[in-house]
């Protein structure tokens, strides 16, 4: 059975950082490219942040230079740094493969900016 269980998210300042964590099973891991994707209340959902299986990464031009995703195919799980977080990073993340499953997708955890 495939799991992915995002973590990390709360309510933060204008300027503030999180750190969003996804542990995932019943994958092989280190095989698969990952990807952070949110979904704003009305909005569609969006990917913002990529790594392939050997580390690469890609952003959305509207969190490049902001947020940082990175891996560790030892713990299965999948990290995305957040920095200098806006009100319109307000969204539920979800962590998926790359191109995603709609198999896959799990609860998210929410990501507030107060301004």
């Known amino acids: 059975q495939v799991q992915l269980v995002e973590s990390g998210g709360g309510l933060v300042q204008s300027g503030g950082s999180l750190r969003l964590s996804c542990a995932v099973s019943g994958i092989i891991f280190s095989l698969n490219a990952m990807g952070w994707y949110r979904q704003a209340p009305g909005k569609q959902r969006e990917l913002v942040a990529a790594?392939?299986?050997?580390?690469?990464?890609n952003y959305a031009d509207s969190v490049k230079g902001r947020f940082t995703i990175s891996r560790d195919n030892a713990k299965n799980t999948v990290y995305l740094q957040m920095n200098s977080l806006k009100f319109e990073d307000t969204a539920v993340y979800y962590c998926?493969?790359?191109?995603?499953?709609?198999?896959?997708w799990g609860q998210g955890t929410q990501v507030t900016v107060s301004s």
């Open positions: 998926n493969v790359q191109p995603a499953l709609v198999r896959f």
């Open positions: 790594i392939s299986s050997g580390g690469n990464t």
